[in-house]
């Protein structure tokens, strides 16, 4: 007890400092940080490895309140090594997360344009709703993405070129089954299909139900990653979904999914979403 005691009079006995409005703002900035940074890392793998770390983080701790020493001097030798395998470790995710930070959020929004799909119509629009519609009617699985401000050139090497004009009897020809580039995604630049059959990185947030399959997740795993947008039509029940800002929402009707387009990918930049409104989005989520 004794121990404890002179741990809390060490730590505990200075009182309460003077607090100035520099310092509650400096509070509210490392509030917001950590609040993404853990939010990030509940929707991904991590999450089981941090709660890990702070079960160690609660045995070093109590050696230190204790003052085992064996313990503290392991933990201090180690801890640099250690830093940098946590880098090593979590090079993706770190990678990934640095790429949100830039690509969408109050960030995205000071350093950057957050939507510059340029060349996309409301005609474009339109012919994917067409096309959404007629293929949902008819059970064909469809993943249609549009590019927006961050590039997809990597994900567009992956499939075939095919640089024609957006229409929707080409996308309806393409997610045909048993035609040559039905398998994959197709990616669409302004008003052309700039490529087909394109490879998409799968999302790993487990929240995502499980009736979903991988076209599904492939749609939110693009949007945890860029900007894009992407129009998902279920091979299963012909359902149209459409999956943005790492968001995935479901059930879409034709005049909804054209809203969206109009107002993600069509709206002038004066128009985009703010911030804070963000935050505060209540559309129709993927099943958790």
Known sequence: MQAISEFFNKYFSAGIPHIRVVDVLEILILAVLFYTIIAWIKRTNTWALLKGGLVLLAFILIANIFQMNTILWLVENIFSVGIIALIVIFQPEIR??????????IFGDLLGPHNSSRGFTEECANQIVEAAEVMGRARTGALIVIERSVGLGEYERTGIAVDAKLTAPLLINIFEHNTPLHDGAVIVR?????????????????????????????????????????????????????AYETDLYRGLSPEDLRAELMRLCVSKPQEKKQFWKGWLSNGKKADE
């Not at 990934?96 to 959020?105: K, S």
């Not at 749609?219 to 900007?227: C, F, L, N, Q, W």
Request: net charge positive.
């Open 96 to 105: 990934r997360a640095l790429e949100q930070m830039g690509t969408r959020g």
């Open 190 to 242: 302004g008003d052309r299909v700039a490529a087909a059959t394109c490879y998409l990185p799968l999302s790993e947030n487990r929240t995502i139900s499980k009736a979903l399959g991988t076209r599904h997740r492939a749609g939110v795993g693009i949007s945890e990653v860029t900007d894009s947008v992407t129009v998902i039509v279920s091979e299963e029940t012909g359902k149209i979904s459409m």
